[in-house]
Nanobody
């Protein structure tokens, strides 16, 4: 089992920045991919960014050039630096990990609200 605790969400004006953090605990040796999804009201949950243990990253087209994902394997933590935020980035952001046996775990989510 893996437990995930997110922090760093909040309210920010358009053009501002936020940094999300997610700390993993439990069977952490099995974690391969760490990432962030988001879900806006009335929309499906979508991938924002993910990073493998080796540092390979994938980003949604909508956040490329504005968001940066990173991880600290020693601290079992994944970060999402979000710059130049837009109102359309408003959503609940969920941390997720995928283990080496392809089991996926989710955090409880943190609200990000961007005002125009």
């Amino acid at each position: 089992q893996v437990q995930l605790v997110e922090s760093g969400g909040g309210l920010v004006q358009a053009g501002g920045s936020l940094r999300l953090s997610c700390v993993a605990s439990g069977t952490i040796f099995s974690i391969n991919v760490m990432g962030w999804y988001r879900q806006a009201p009335g929309k499906q949950r979508e991938l924002v960014a993910q990073i493998t243990r080796g540092g390979n990253t994938i980003y949604a087209d909508s956040v490329k050039g504005r968001f940066t994902i990173s991880r600290d394997n020693a601290k079992n933590t994944v970060y999402l630096q979000m710059n130049n935020l837009k109102p359309e980035d408003t959503a609940v952001y969920y941390c997720t990990v995928v283990t080496i046996i392809s089991k996926q775990y989710w955090g409880q989510g943190t609200q990000v609200t961007v005002s125009s």
